[in-house]
């Protein structure tokens, strides 16, 4: 009697167990592509192939925009959609830089945006031409004939707790001629 007492309490125990670790699962993470809502999938359909790669947090945003579609207007629901597009076919280095930038954005003070945004469409206002041009002059110059070159000092090279320490001194003289 006592051991099928305890076999009860233990199957009792396992499946509450069970029964937790997928109900947590459903509130913390964002589940796989085929988890998703038919309504949901016909939302996110440009990030189908990266989806289950994309970590939970990422996920999360992504079911957050997609929750709040059905409530936008048609203008906004093709940018988003355009949007999405256009961040597959970035890179993962130009991803990370958008995500700064739109971090930085974020920090910008409240009176200071307006200003921003209205510089932003007389750029976007630019011929081609011209952007090209601004590019070109606010881009830094380097080499040679460049002002903003400033060497490395050479004791930056050694690790702080090896600079006590004399290192010999290397001959990088370019005279082949001593064969």
């Known amino acids: ?27 913390t993470g964002a589940p796989r592509w085929a988890g998703l809502t038919e309504e949901q999938q016909n939302v996110l359909a ?3 192939n990266e989806w289950n790669g994309m970590p939970q947090e990422r996920r999360q945003k992504w079911l957050g ?6 409530r936008m207007s048609a203008a906004e629901q093709a940018r988003v959609t355009a949007r999405m597009e256009e961040w597959v076919q970035l890179s993962p280095e130009q991803r ?9 954005l974020q920090k910008l003070p409240a009176d200071q945006r307006p200003a921003l945004s209205e510089r932003w469409k007389t750029y976007a206002s630019l011929s081609d031409e011209e952007k090209m041009q601004l590019r070109a002059r606010s881009r830094p110059k380097t080499g040679p004939g460049a002002d903003t070159y ?6 930056w090279l050694i690790p702080p707790y090896l600079r ?8 990088i003289s370019r005279n082949t001629d001593s064969r």
């Open 150 to 155: 400033k060497p490395i000092p050479a004791e």
């Open 65 to 70: 925009i997609a929750n709040r579609y059905p």
């Open 164 to 171: 006590h320490q004399r290192a010999p001194k290397l001959d």
């Open 46 to 48: 440009p990030l189908r």
């Open 96 to 104: 990370r830089k958008a995500r700064e930038q739109y971090k930085r």
């Open 1 to 27: 009697m006592a051991k099928a007492r305890l076999r009860r309490i233990g199957r009792a125990l396992t499946f509450s167990l069970l029964l937790l670790a997928g109900t947590a699962n459903a509130i």
